[in-house]
């Protein structure tokens, strides 16, 4: 980088403005910002039940930091639509591109400060058991975003609801087990019953 200035955090701090789900309505947006403190309260959640519960060796501060940013990238490239991102033909050129986006991005930051960030946003380097909390939390944050939708009576999110709640059954982790029996049933309540502890 050839500036004294860095416009990499102002570049994440535009996550706000990227909607997330753009290709269908919905009763309550979703920012790329809102989801990443989302999968990173859930991933955190996840490791610590994994330590903690199953007394498994993980760090969840780790998995916390590679949680927060493990879209960063879409500050450049927005929200690449489910049926795109993960189409047979466009899987392989959707990561190519991510990870030439997050080393351009990790490139607008002072030296001191590359290897750190590249270890944070650059999936590849991930800790296999890290990277596997980061994506059930992301897949448990979508699933819980469509369980709302379709409690504010939004059918929208049917198919992507049963498809998500598929994958999390196909790929489940006793983590997520566990969250979704200790945790799952409070998110279908109102805030009443939850300011009541019902």
């Not at 940013?69 to 690449?80: C, P, Q, R, S, V």
Request: proline letters at 5%; aromatic letters at 8%.
């Amino acid at each position: 980088m050839t500036s004294s200035h860095s416009p990499f955090y102002a570049h994440l701090s535009r996550l706000r403005f990227i909607k997330r789900w753009g290709l269908m309505r919905n009763a309550v947006e979703e920012d790329v910002a809102q989801h990443s403190w989302e999968v990173a309260v859930l991933a955190h959640a996840l490791a610590l039940i994994r330590r903690d519960v199953f007394g498994g060796a993980i760090d969840p501060n780790a998995v916390v930091t590679r949680a927060l940013f493990h879209d960063a990238t879409e500050a450049i490239t927005g929200d690449l639509p489910t049926p795109v991102k993960y189409s047979p033909a466009m899987r392989q050129a959707t990561a190519h591109l991510e990870d030439e986006v997050s080393r351009e991005m990790v490139a607008l930051l002072p030296e001191a400060l590359q290897g750190s960030l590249r270890e944070a946003m650059d999936h590849r380097l991930w800790p296999q058991d890290e990277a596997e909390l980061v994506k059930a939390a992301d897949r448990l944050a979508a699933w819980l975003k469509c369980k709302a939708e379709l409690r504010y009576g939004n059918r929208e999110f049917e198919q992507a609801e049963q498809q998500i709640r598929g994958k999390l059954n196909e790929h489940m982790l006793p983590e997520v087990r566990y969250f979704l029996d200790q945790f799952g049933p409070a998110y279908e309540l109102t805030l009443d019953s939850l300011m009541r502890g019902d």
